[in-house]
């Protein structure tokens, strides 16, 4: 039997989230750890910055993981989350434009970590 793929299958889709939780009381950092953790626990490739962490695989799941975060936020005290969300979706014709959010990615610098 054969699978179809769809060309929304053969997309790229990248998502970077950043969430700020507010606690009455504890360490913001540590909330923002246990989102950090829903996402290596994924296993799909992230890389966490400064300011937000990226994520790459299907929009779906992407989402998932962000909602998963977000409840970890919750369970770890924060009484409210603010979450920030940018979707990138590049299509396997965008690869040889100019736009490509790849274009400049060496071996050397190396974007994602493959959990």
Do not use: W
Not at 6 to 25: G, H, S, Y
Not at 52 to 68: A, F, S
Not at 71 to 99: M, Q, R, S, W, Y
Not at 100 to 115: H, Q
């Amino acid at each position: 039997m054969t699978e179809t793929v769809t060309a929304e299958q053969k997309n790229t889709v990248m998502l970077a989230f950043q969430v700020i939780p507010r606690l009455r009381d504890g360490n913001n950092f540590e909330v923002v750890d246990k989102a950090i953790d829903v996402v290596k626990a994924s296993g799909l490739p992230f890389q966490v910055g400064a300011m937000e962490t990226t994520i790459k695989g299907e929009l779906d799941r992407l989402l998932d993981i962000v909602k998963q975060a977000e409840k970890a936020c919750l369970e770890a005290g924060a009484v409210e989350v603010i979450t920030n969300i940018k979707i990138h979706t590049t299509t396997p014709e965008a690869h040889d434009t100019f736009c490509t959010y790849t274009r400049g990615v060496t071996p050397a610098n190396k974007m994602f970590i493959d959990s």
